[in-house]
């Protein structure tokens, strides 16, 4: 049964720095693996996608990259700032492609 | 992507009660999903929304209890039948088929509490 695992589970940093956000699962046999991110109360926003064929996927500061051998992912986010305080959750697709598997998430907190 | 909203946006409810969740997308997709996320939870399918069919249930939940409906391509509904206070939860649909990679897009939610 594929279990998905997110460290830490909460991240507190200052306004400027660069962070990793990590996320592991166990069975490597994906189909393609999704970060999210929430804010407290609210629905998901799909952040970036990494199909099974890839290894990583850009989308502004945030860079997602995926190794599906050691069954890791990370997300970097560059020069964090205060609106990007929120629950970010990492989720990886059944082999069907359908259904997804979702981590516990990182609660991240930047301070300005 | 595409605007997907849900109705209500949030409910309290009493135990032994049912309530019904709407979820319209402004596109046609294939799948539409259900899902769960109870307080301090990460999310947990709940079924798949087939149009023209039953929906398809993941482990541990029954139609009885969430019965789903999925009468076209853009709008299906989940009811929380006979509620208890372990209901309470966010509930949120998802689709896909709106990217060629299957991205899927989830929409607000519905925060539901029952006392």
């Known amino acids: 049964k594929q279990e998905v695992t997110q460290i830490p589970a909460a991240l507190s940093v200052p306004e400027g720095e660069n962070l990793v956000l990590n996320c592991s699962f166990t069975d490597s046999a994906i189909y393609n693996l999704q970060w999210f991110r929430q804010d407290p109360g609210k629905g998901l926003t799909s952040l970036l996608l990494?199909?099974?064929?890839?290894r990583e996927q850009t989308s502004g500061r945030l860079n997602a990259s995926l190794d599906k051998s050691s069954g890791r992912s990370t997300l970097y986010i560059a020069a964090s700032q205060p609106g990007d305080s929120a629950t970010y959750l990492c989720?990886?697709?059944?082999?069907?492609?359908?259904?997804?598997?979702f981590g516990k998430g990182t609660t991240l907190s930047v301070s300005s | 992507s595409a605007v997907i909203s849900q109705k209500p946006s949030r409910d309290i409810c009493q135990r032994g009660t049912s309530l019904t969740i709407q979820c319209q997308v402004d596109s046609q997709v294939t799948m539409m999903f259900w899902y769960r996320q109870q307080p301090g939870q990460s999310l947990t399918l709940i079924a798949t929304a087939n149009q023209g069919s039953e929906a398809t249930y993941e482990s541990g939940f029954v139609i009885d209890k969430f019965p789903i409906s999925r009468p076209n391509l853009t709008f299906s509904t989940l009811t929380v039948s006979n509620m208890s206070p372990e209901d309470s939860s966010i509930y949120l649909c998802?689709?896909?088929?709106?990217?060629?990679?299957?991205?899927?897009?989830f929409g607000p939610g519905t925060r539901l509490t029952v006392l």
């Open positions: 998802s689709v896909d088929g709106l990217a060629a990679n299957n991205e899927q897009f």
């Open positions: 990494i199909q099974s064929s890839q």
């Open positions: 989720a990886v697709y059944n082999q069907a492609g359908t259904a997804l598997i």
